[in-house]
């Protein structure tokens, strides 16, 4: 079984519909992520969670929030999706470390198409 | 503003020979470096890493070296093989940053 689960792996849906992006890991991390990764472009950092009473914003989190429900359990809904949003989203976790030499392990991404 | 560049966005290379993939970084707080590696279809899987601490870190085939006065790394894969047809990211990180800077990816194609 995946360590990191994302659930739908496809959605189309219209211009202006709310959706969410469910993300499950059994790896047993404090640290949860969301991505995105347009075509030509690296993964852009959305939002992200160190335990599930942290929430933060990363680079691109305009349009969209989150909900830490468990420390195993992070989704992400876009309100009222726009095309521009057309993108692959990925969930990632990672364990804390002091450091900060820490590896963040992915999902296997949702393909969201927005009419 | 990209603080961490794959300038080639495709390699191609024979089975058997060596894969070098590039990677620029612009931040000097870097001090931690991964590369993942990214098949259709899949999320990206941690590959190797390498902490600012060392110049080289090897890992069977894969190996990575660190220039940090360039502030360059590369990817070496020593003997490439078709399997490793897929797109490499590399990504950086600090101490005290809270996620991973990615660059935008290299698609490597391995020819039999």
């Known amino acids: 079984d995946a360590d990191v689960t994302q659930t739908p792996r496809n959605r189309i849906t219209k211009t202006g519909k709310r959706i969410m992006l469910e993300c499950s890991q059994t790896?047993?991390?404090?640290?949860m992520y969301w991505y995105r990764q347009d075509p030509g472009l690296g993964l852009q950092l959305i939002y992200y969670?160190?335990?599930?009473?942290?929430?933060n914003k990363g680079e691109i989190s305009d349009g969209y929030s989150v909900s830490r429900q468990a420390q195993a359990k992070f989704s992400l809904s876009l309100e009222s999706a726009i095309p521009n949003q057309t993108a692959l989203y990925f969930c990632?976790?990672?364990?804390?470390?002091?450091?900060?030499?820490?590896?963040?392990?992915f999902g296997p991404g949702t393909r969201l198409l927005v009419l | 503003d990209q603080q961490v560049k794959q300038n080639s966005p495709s390699l191609s290379v024979q089975e058997g020979r060596i894969s070098i993939l590039n990677c620029d970084y612009t931040?000097?707080?870097?001090?931690?470096f991964l590369w993942y590696k990214k098949y259709p279809a899949e999320g990206p899987t941690f590959l190797i890493s390498?902490?600012?601490?060392?110049d080289k870190n090897e890992d069977g085939r894969f190996t990575v070296f660190l220039n940090k006065s360039a502030k360059h790394l590369s990817l070496h894969i020593v003997p490439s093989q078709p399997g490793d047809s897929a797109v490499y990211f590399c990504?950086?990180?600090?101490?005290?940053?809270?996620?991973?800077?990615f660059g935008t990816g290299t698609r490597l194609t391995v020819i039999p």
């Open positions: 990632a976790t990672s364990d804390s470390t002091l450091s900060g030499r820490e590896t963040q392990y």
């Open positions: 790896k047993g991390h404090d640290r």
């Open positions: 969670s160190f335990d599930v009473k942290d929430i």
């Open positions: 931040n000097s707080m870097f001090d931690y």
């Open positions: 390498i902490s600012s601490i060392k």
């Open positions: 990504a950086a990180s600090y101490t005290g940053a809270n996620n991973l800077f």
